[in-house]
């Protein structure tokens, strides 16, 4: 079965403080990993995502950070604001196959930023 | 108007009903998905749709029909409807004709409760 652990479950983080979110995988055929954040009442959107051949990718203050040999890449998101406050879902996909391109998502992690 | 658009957006109904949920885009993508959002679960895939001849089922599929009308329509059918089937339904699209990266884009979503 492939799968997509995400942890932790929930996340308080205070105004201006790192939040830090997991996730590992199984399938080494997969090849790419994006995150969406999702806030309430919406549909998901992508956020950031990155692809196995780098270790890390940033974009303002959102950063994905990637360890190939550990199956296993995390979002940080420094200074976070209150309007990070969202649930955010990993996810991983491979280029080939019949389910070509088709994402497989963590559970999800319920972020709340305390002002 | 949004690009990936559901209706209804809210549904209650009873066990054993016939429902139809429903997915238009104008952002002309060739594939289209239908999640089911559960607390706890994150998003998993019922069904997709590569184009209008190609359709698959997804993870969770039993239950659950679809039909792909035309390339900007994709429908969801629960012939007989059961409470467990209550959740919050997702329709996404993706642009994989053009070789792009398979960035999902949903819609916000159809709350489906079945009594």
């Known amino acids: 079965q492939q799968q997509v652990k995400q942890s932790p479950q929930s996340l308080i983080v205070q105004k201006g403080g790192i939040s830090i979110i997991n996730c590992a995988y199984e399938n080494t055929a997969f090849d790419y990993f994006p995150w969406y954040q999702q806030f309430p009442g919406k549909g998901p959107a992508l956020l950031i995502a990155?692809?196995?051949?780098?270790s890390e990718k940033k974009e303002g203050r959102f950063t994905i950070s990637f360890n190939k040999s550990a199956k296993q890449f995390s979002l940080h998101i420094m200074d976070s604001q209150p309007g990070d406050s969202a649930t955010y879902f990993c996810a991983a996909s491979m280029n080939y196959g019949g389910s070509q391109g088709n994402l497989i998502f963590g559970k999800g992690t319920k972020l709340s930023v305390k002002p | 108007d949004a690009d990936v658009t559901q209706t209804p957006r809210n549904r209650i109904t009873k066990t054993g009903k016939r429902i139809m949920l429903e997915c238009s885009q104008t952002?002309?993508?060739?594939?289209m998905y239908w999640y089911r959002q559960d607390p706890g679960l994150g998003l998993r895939l019922i069904y997709y749709?590569?184009?209008?001849?190609?359709?698959n089922k997804g993870e969770i599929s039993d239950g659950y029909s679809v039909s792909r009308q035309a390339q900007a329509k994709f429908s969801l059918s629960l012939e007989s409807a059961i409470p467990n089937q209550t959740a919050l339904y997702f329709c996404?699209?993706?642009?994989?004709?053009?070789?792009?990266?398979?960035?999902?884009?949903f819609g916000e979503g159809s709350r489906l409760t079945v009594l």
């Open positions: 749709s590569f184009d209008v001849k190609d359709i």
């Open positions: 996404a699209t993706s642009d994989f004709s053009r070789g792009r990266t398979g960035e999902l884009f």
């Open positions: 952002k002309g993508h060739d594939r």
């Open positions: 990155i692809r196995p051949d780098v």
